[in-house]
């Protein structure tokens, strides 16, 4: 049965899509595992690493909001590198997705007298959440690893499904004050969907990214952290590396971008984090 890991984030820009995509790409070419990824960011920006405007279009009826109905028929796009693909939409946008059009009037008028908006958001709500973890669940047997990659909120589904689907998560965080007031929100939240929804859900804490070395805000912020913090952090931490932001965009492996000795360090460095929590990675890290 697959490990489903959802890279997350309470605020974007962080590089939470960069892990979902090297990950994916670790797995699949580093592992030769068989690897999903499923992009729930109404963005689409993981999902356009590995799919061409073309393999879209020839697969219209192919995207994530397609997980939240019950669709047991659903095929992943094949995706660069071996990685299947099922791609984010704008539709997702439009959740809870029963609430729109004159569907609305249709529910409420099957409702009794005493039921109120809340009724009928969260009657719709669940039924969207628990058809996302079963769509999930089926790829399971399929796949060696899923990754999810997640839009940086709690507000709507994508996130809260994301984790509820999950058997792994780990947050991403840069290393400044705006991140610094997300974390005990994060860890409340994540405790949460752990014991309400997601019993089996491992949270293997935070990994700071786009550490700047040379930046004595980064360094104190981030001794700060692991200071207040000791069991919620990752041992290695990612040091900032813009190349690495381009290489993923274009869907391609950092270690086949690495062509010099500057450019493998950071592709170690990258792999290292991802060793943190599936270790089967860390003994082909040093490979790069």
Sequence with gaps: MARVIAPSAQKGGVGKTTMSVQGALATAVKLSARTLLIDVDPQGNSSGSFLTPEDR????????????????????????????????DDGINAFPQELSGTTIQEIIGSLSDDASANDIISGVVDEQLIAFVKNVQQFKAQYDYIWIDTPPSFLGLPLISALCAATDVVSVLEPTKFSSDVIDSFIDKVSTVKEQYNPSLTFHGFVINKLRATSERHKNTADQWLAEYPEFFLGTSIKVNSWIEATTEDGEPVWKKASNEHRKKGARNLLSALGEFIPELQEVTENV
């Excluded at 020839?58 to 109905?69: D, F, K, N, W």
């Excluded at 028929?73 to 299947?84: A, F, M, R, S």
Aim: proline residues 12%.
């Design 57 to 88: 279009a020839a697969h219209p009826e192919v995207s994530a909001s397609a997980l939240y109905v019950d669709n047991s028929n659903l095929k992943p796009i094949p995706g660069k590198y071996g990685v299947d693909v099922i791609p984010g």
